[in-house]
């Protein structure tokens, strides 16, 4: 018999919750943030807001189901089953870190405070979460199947992520390595510079994109339905030792981005989360490539 299915949902912290947790009380928090010429009150009232977006939530989930809730701190510990619907209630950046512990399962995206977020992946507002819950259960679901970006170590340590990883020094300052592009006949080429980031069509409208104006480049950047990565050298030094030629580019499936470190330790990372990074020390290897799963985002 199969199970019904479970509503996860997925939430974080709000900055008054962490107010109270580091000032004890609601008025001391208020004095805080006044002598810094902020009000509590506009807090709260974001607090608040996603209170009741999470509370409508709860009470759309069809009473045949079950449900449970899991804070963004807690997802590296929670296991998600075949059966759930994941429901991700705040920011467009809580989807992305809810992603990489998915496999397939249908995520809707709760926008729990209209207009001060993108909605790139937070699409929808509470009071649609009734009817959305059975139709991402459903076969018809219409789901956005965004890309990911993977990277696998020497060691066969293992990271996903939704719109960027990072390879380079924990103190974004110098990395020395050699980058090996994968399916073509350039040769390697040892490199200084204060990191690399690989990234998909998501990750286009974020960091990606800030390095891609930046450096007024002329690459065609994937959307986020594409089976394709771009990537970005930080920085990139020039010296008798270290070159320049190879600072951007596209990966296509079955192509790959590879690091030999050549310092002492680098950290990958996904997502901004830098406090779930791997870490690699000299002479290991990393690559970079498109990732097999990807997020199924409810429409």
């Keep these: 018999m199969s199970l019904a299915p479970r509503a996860v949902l997925v939430h974080r912290t709000t900055e008054y919750e962490e107010l109270l947790a580091r000032h004890g009380t609601h008025g001391q928090a208020a004095f805080f943030l006044s002598a810094r010429g902020r009000s509590v009150d506009a807090v709260r009232e974001r607090h608040e807001r996603t209170h009741r977006a999470m509370a409508e939530v709860a009470a759309a989930v069809p009473l045949t189901w079950r449900q449970t809730r899991v804070e963004r701190a807690d997802l590296d510990r929670f296991l998600f089953g075949p059966e759930d619907v994941v429901v991700v209630v705040g920011q467009d950046g809580l989807v992305a870190n809810a992603a990489k512990y998915l496999t397939g399962q249908p995520v809707i995206g709760i926008d729990a405070d209209p207009g001060r977020n993108p909605g790139v992946l937070v699409r929808h507002r509470a009071d649609r979460a009734r009817r959305l819950l059975p139709y991402a259960a459903g076969a018809g679901a219409t789901v956005d199947e965004l890309t990911m970006v993977e990277a696998v170590t020497d060691d066969a340590q293992r990271l996903l992520a939704l719109n960027e990883i990072y390879v380079g020094p924990r103190g974004h300052q110098t990395a020395r390595y050699t980058l090996d592009l994968d399916a073509t006949e350039l040769p390697p080429e040892a490199q200084a510079s204060s990191g690399v980031l690989v990234g998909t069509g998501t ?22 339905a594409d089976a394709r990565l771009a990537w970005f050298v930080r920085e990139a030094w020039p010296s008798p030792t270290t070159g320049t030629s190879r600072v951007e580019g596209l990966l296509d499936p079955g192509q790959g981005l590879r690091l030999a470190v050549e310092s002492d330790r680098l950290v990958v990372f996904g997502d901004g989360v830098e406090s779930d990074a791997l870490e690699l020390t000299w002479g290991q290897t990393v690559r970079l490539t498109i990732a097999g799963p990807r997020l199924r985002l409810v429409m």
């Design 203 to 224: 990750g286009a409208t974020g960091w990606l994109r800030s390095l891609w104006e930046q450096r007024s480049s002329a690459l065609a950047l994937p959307a986020p």
